[in-house]
């Protein structure tokens, strides 16, 4: 491990706490995403512009807006980022306006209106998402049981992109059918084969080589997750170095990370652990045109795992309730 991702990763750490502290009523799940975000930036996390531009969101959106939802202190960490956050809000419910004309609302979809504020032009706003539209259909046709909210993000990234249409499913259900039985989840592999999909190499030199990083983890220790946390290992196979090395990287991320409270098996977990040390170290090799691939896979991976978590309280509530009810 470089010393630079050494440095990368203990800034991290301290964004984690910083965010900890200052935003204790948010999910903890929150923490460190957020601590990534800044981290990628190699800029130390500011709780008081991420106050402010918690107060920007909730003031221009309404009262059940999904900006106030699961992602809200991501959706104000990334605004803080920014000179004029109140400018580039502004933006954001434009192109969020135009996301709705076409997409259901979900937890994934401010995400994908950051995105496209950040990468397009005002005036081709709808032509993003009419192009992301046409995307997700086609998604959809392919699989209509499996894609679903998280997927349009997806969609998003590939109507930004110079990708044709058909090119991205074609790339994408390449990559699925290689994939399909090597991991439980139907739902996890059709999103790393989407993240797989924004790749330029052959599908099956791309999951030949993300084959090759679980299985060289695993040897090492580092079983990865196999739920939402696959789309940011697709991500980071992209990156073009060397499996070796980014084996060896991942690895030693994580044992620093094991080292560090609230990392342990008490703290983020480790599938969530080898995550974030993936994320940091697909941050440290910084292939070009990649970042915003890697970040929306990172967000839309987390909230994903919040939201089933959420379910999961839910249906031992009722559960529960409907035991209670029997008894008595």
């Given at each position: 491990?470089?010393?630079?991702l050494?440095?990368?990763?203990e800034?991290?750490?301290?964004?984690?706490?910083?965010?900890?502290?200052n935003?204790?009523?948010?999910?903890?799940q929150?923490?460190?995403?957020?601590?990534?975000?800044?981290?990628?930036?190699?800029?130390?996390?500011?709780?008081e512009k991420?106050?402010?531009?918690?107060e920007?969101i909730?003031?221009?959106?309404?009262?059940?807006s999904?900006?106030?939802?699961?992602?809200?202190?991501?959706?104000?960490?990334i605004?803080?980022?920014?000179?004029?956050?109140?400018?580039?809000?502004?933006?954001?419910?434009e192109?969020?306006?135009?996301?709705?004309k076409?997409f259901?609302?979900?937890?994934?979809?401010?995400?994908?209106?950051f995105?496209?504020?950040?990468?397009?032009?005002?005036?081709?706003?709808?032509?993003i998402?009419?192009?992301a539209?046409?995307?997700?259909?086609k998604?959809?046709?392919?699989h209509?049981?499996?894609?679903?909210?998280?997927d349009?993000?997806?969609?998003?990234?590939?109507?930004?992109?110079?990708?044709?249409?058909?090119?991205?499913?074609?790339?994408?259900?390449?990559c699925y059918?290689?994939?399909?039985?090597r991991?439980?989840?139907?739902?996890?592999?059709?999103?790393l084969?989407?993240?797989?999909?924004?790749?330029?190499?052959?599908?099956?030199?791309?999951?030949?080589?993300?084959?090759?990083i679980?299985?060289?983890l695993?040897?090492?220790?580092?079983?990865?997750g196999?739920?939402?946390?696959?789309?940011?290992?697709?991500?980071?196979?992209?990156?073009?170095?060397?499996?070796?090395?980014?084996?060896?990287?991942?690895?030693?991320?994580?044992?620093?990370?094991?080292?560090v409270?609230?990392?342990?098996?008490?703290?983020t977990?480790?599938?969530?652990?080898?995550?974030y040390?993936s994320?940091?170290?697909?941050?440290?090799?910084?292939?070009?045109?990649?970042?915003?691939a890697?970040?929306?896979?990172?967000?839309n991976?987390?909230?994903?795992?919040?939201?089933?978590?959420?379910?999961?309280?839910?249906?031992?509530?009722?559960?529960?309730?409907?035991?209670?009810?029997?008894?008595?």
């Amino acid at each position: 491990m470089t010393e630079s991702l050494l440095k990368n990763c203990e800034l991290f750490v301290t964004n984690r706490d910083i965010l900890k502290v200052n935003f204790k009523w948010d999910s903890s799940q929150m923490h460190p995403l957020c601590a990534s975000l800044c981290a990628e930036r190699d800029i130390e996390a500011d709780p008081e512009k991420i106050r402010a531009c918690k107060e920007i969101i909730k003031e221009n959106t309404g009262l059940l807006s999904e900006f106030k939802g699961t992602v809200l202190l991501a959706l104000a960490t990334i605004l803080s980022f920014e000179t004029d956050p109140e400018g580039k809000f502004h933006q954001v419910t434009e192109s969020y306006a135009a996301l709705r004309k076409e997409f259901h609302s979900s937890p994934y979809l401010p995400l994908s209106a950051f995105m496209i504020a950040d990468m397009a032009d005002s005036f081709n706003y709808e032509g993003i998402v009419d192009k992301a539209k046409r995307i997700y259909k086609k998604m959809k046709e392919k699989h209509p049981f499996l894609t679903s909210s998280e997927d349009a993000g997806f969609a998003v990234l590939f109507a930004l992109s110079d990708i044709e249409e058909d090119e991205a499913i074609r790339r994408a259900e390449e990559c699925y059918s290689l994939l399909k039985g090597r991991f439980f989840s139907s739902d996890s592999v059709q999103a790393l084969s989407h993240a797989l999909a924004m790749g330029a190499d052959t599908s099956e030199e791309k999951v030949a080589r993300t084959l090759e990083i679980y299985e060289k983890l695993k040897e090492k220790g580092c079983k990865y997750g196999t739920g939402p946390e696959l789309a940011t290992l697709g991500m980071l196979s992209l990156s073009g170095s060397d499996i070796d090395t980014i084996v060896e990287d991942v690895a030693a991320l994580d044992q620093h990370l094991t080292t560090v409270k609230g990392f342990g098996t008490f703290g983020t977990g480790k599938a969530q652990r080898l995550m974030y040390a993936s994320f940091l170290t697909a941050n440290g090799y910084k292939k070009s045109g990649l970042s915003s691939a890697i970040k929306a896979s990172l967000v839309n991976s987390v909230t994903s795992l919040i939201i089933a978590e959420q379910v999961a309280v839910i249906a031992i509530i009722a559960a529960t309730s409907a035991s209670s009810s029997t008894s008595s």
